[in-house]
């Protein structure tokens, strides 16, 4: 028998947010580009019908409360340059997208910490039906004060708080998809007058420090009960938080050796909590720019880049850290402030000497993610070293140019890869998760603490919290 191993297929989705800028800021002001017509249905379905022909597996759509106001203390470049403002629902487009697609998937960031368990719950439930259980959740906790103040907050709740209140949040949407109805529970029976077999749908009851919650799902079980969850913590609260609780991570990586051993991390803290760390995809942002040719690729950069606003990425990485960097000169040493914004980006300024200046040429594209230009042989190559030599499973591909960036992917890198056996060449069947994981399980199952509430005796949906945690 070979010891040799099958080659990792690549995961690939497409990252993008209902708004004008995105990542790479500035670009919108490129002749090409169609990003101002994110508020138009059809900008979105022809999206997803785009990338369902290129087998993407899914359209990753960001999302933040909030507005970005850290930089010079007022929201001025952000309104100019449309730095993720204006910045629409994305829940909303999922049905119109799904409508037009058979296989893509869809992951949605939403905010936990001004929502309501119960009603999220149901909301991602109906999406799970109408996508026919496509649909995953990105789970965030926020990192903006000017949305915690939005929210009638006087600040935002300090960031290990934040994952507290998240652990909770699960706890209860878990036993609300996975507990409250049984797998039988819908008979429909239209001569016994039955649609659902009361015995077999349970009210849960939890009291906790954050949410106390005692009613019935509103939803009965849909194709993947819990949605594919994602989550992209990079604190170690939060790579705790996504070892206990994700299915995909999603990462920045820019160099590969350390890259590796944040993957090693992952996957070490995964199987400590009694996970597969098979079980976890980890995939990462990147930007691509391809053409026929290298040199063509290269004039295709050069010429994004006239149109790109470092500025505007600067001013995002502000609201990022919490800093404002405008108050320092261009060669002046950002020194390490404590924030409660994303504590894994602001930690950076403890150990390295950056600059203004550097974080301009950082963001010369806008934004700030691995880019990857050449032709459609040299792009392959590189994304197949990326996975083969750090152990992701896969890419978050950035728009540039909406939709070039995409259209020029799928007609340049997606055959490349096909050829070299690394990108599939037809979409399997099942739900997103079964399709993710080349399984014939839609559902969590035990260790995953989702899994654990569908597997516990029936009589613990009617005993206290406290008491319900203990039954096996």
Not at 454 to 460: G, L, P, Q, S, V
Request: net charge negative.
């Amino acid at each position: 028998m070979s010891d040799v191993k099958t080659p990792k297929q690549i995961i690939m989705n497409a990252f993008d947010m209902n708004c004008v800028g995105h990542i790479n800021h500035g670009l919108w002001t490129h002749p090409r580009d169609h990003s101002t017509e994110f508020n138009q249905i059809q900008h979105w379905t022809e999206q997803a019908q785009l990338l369902e022909k290129g087998l993407f597996d899914g359209l990753f759509l960001a999302d933040i409360v909030g507005v970005y106001d850290v930089y010079q203390n007022n929201i001025d470049l952000t309104l100019k340059e449309s730095i993720q403002l204006p910045s629409h629902d994305p829940l909303l487009l999922i049905s119109a997208m799904a409508a037009t697609t058979q296989h893509l998937g869809f992951g949605v960031t939403v905010n936990l910490s001004y929502e309501s368990p119960y009603l999220l719950a149901r909301r991602f439930s109906t999406l799970d039906h109408l996508t026919q259980g496509r649909i995953g959740w990105n789970i965030v906790t926020g990192y903006l004060d000017s949305a915690a103040k939005a929210m009638g907050f006087t600040e935002l709740l300090a960031h290990d708080l934040r994952y507290d209140q998240a652990e909770e949040f699960l706890d209860v949407a878990y036993q609300l998809w996975e507990s409250s109805w049984e797998d039988d529970a819908v008979l429909i029976n239209k001569t016994q007058r039955v649609y659902a077999q009361p015995a077999k749908v349970h009210k849960i009851k939890h009291q906790g420090p954050y949410y106390q919650v005692a009613g019935y799902h509103l939803s009965a079980p849909s194709p993947q009960r819990t949605p594919l969850l994602f989550q992209a913590g990079a604190s170690s609260r939060g790579t705790a938080f996504a070892a206990q609780h994700a299915e995909c991570i999603f990462i920045s990586g820019n160099e590969k050796h350390i890259t590796k051993q944040q993957v090693d991390t992952i996957r070490a803290q995964v199987q400590a909590t009694g996970r597969d760390p098979d079980n976890v995809k980890i995939l990462m942002g990147i930007n691509v720019i391809v053409a026929e040719t290298e040199i063509q690729a290269h004039e295709k950069y050069q010429e994004y880049l006239r149109y790109a606003s470092p500025e505007a990425g600067l001013a995002h990485f502000s609201s990022s850290t919490g800093i404002d960097f405008a108050q320092y000169g261009l060669d002046e040493a950002i020194p390490y402030r404590s924030s409660n914004a994303i504590a894994s980006v602001n930690d950076r300024f403890k150990h390295e000497t950056i600059t203004p200046r550097d974080l301009l040429e950082q963001h010369k594209l806008g934004g700030r993610y691995r880019l990857i230009i050449g032709s459609a042989s040299q792009v392959a190559a590189e994304l197949i070293d990326w996975v083969d030599q750090t152990g992701i499973d896969g890419f978050n591909l950035a728009r540039i140019v909406t939709p070039e960036s995409y259209a020029d992917f799928i007609e340049w890198v997606v055959p490349e890869l096909q050829q070299r056996k690394r990108y599939k060449t037809a979409y399997a069947s099942g739900v997103w998760r079964e399709k993710i994981f080349n399984t014939q399980a839609p559902y969590l199952n035990a260790p995953h603490p989702a899994g654990v509430w569908r597997t516990r005796k029936k009589d613990a949906h009617e005993l206290p919290v406290t008491q319900e945690r203990e039954l096996t």
